[in-house]
């Protein structure tokens, strides 16, 4: 095998990990907001305005999808779309990456 063969597949399995990562850190986040939520977590304080922010910022185009009459199933529903579609989109992209 070549070095060039090599330093390619190594580039792309270096950059599917910063996909994933980057992925799993957008779901993390986002779950940790759903959960601060559902616990009515102190929105006067730092961390929970920080999270809700980068949340809210992540999930913009899922958060207000969804209509149901409880707050609670609008919250898990649209702030969990964003999650799972953060995760498999993330996942799927960096095993493409990973096999070319």
Same mark, same amino acid.
């Not at 063969?5 to 580039?11: E, L, P």
């Not at 913009?60 to 579609?85: I, K, M, N, P, Q």
């Not at 993330?90 to 070319?100: I, S």
């Given at each position: 095998?070549?070095?060039?063969?090599?330093?390619?597949? *190594? #580039?792309?399995?270096?950059?599917?990990? $910063?996909?994933? %990562?980057?992925?799993?850190? =957008?779901?993390?986040?986002?779950? +940790?907001?759903?959960?601060?939520?559902?616990?009515?977590?102190? *929105? #006067?304080?730092?961390?929970?305005?920080? $999270?809700?922010? %980068?949340?809210?910022?992540? =999930?913009?185009?899922?958060?207000? +999808?969804?209509?149901?009459?409880?707050?609670?199933?609008?919250?898990?529903?649209?702030?969990?779309?964003?999650?799972?579609?953060?995760?498999?989109?993330?996942?799927?992209?960096?095993?493409?990456?990973?096999?070319?």
């Amino acid at each position: 095998m070549s070095p060039r063969f090599t330093k390619s597949t *190594r #580039g792309g399995a270096d950059a599917a990990k $910063v996909i994933v %990562v980057i992925a799993d850190v =957008a779901a993390v986040v986002i779950v +940790l907001w759903i959960l601060m939520d559902l616990l009515e977590a102190n *929105r #006067g304080n730092d961390l929970v305005q920080v $999270v809700r922010d %980068v949340a809210r910022w992540l =999930a913009s185009w899922s958060h207000d +999808l969804f209509t149901f009459d409880e707050r609670w199933a609008r919250v898990v529903a649209g702030y969990g779309l964003a999650a799972a579609v953060y995760l498999v989109v993330g996942h799927l992209v960096a095993g493409r990456l990973r096999r070319h």
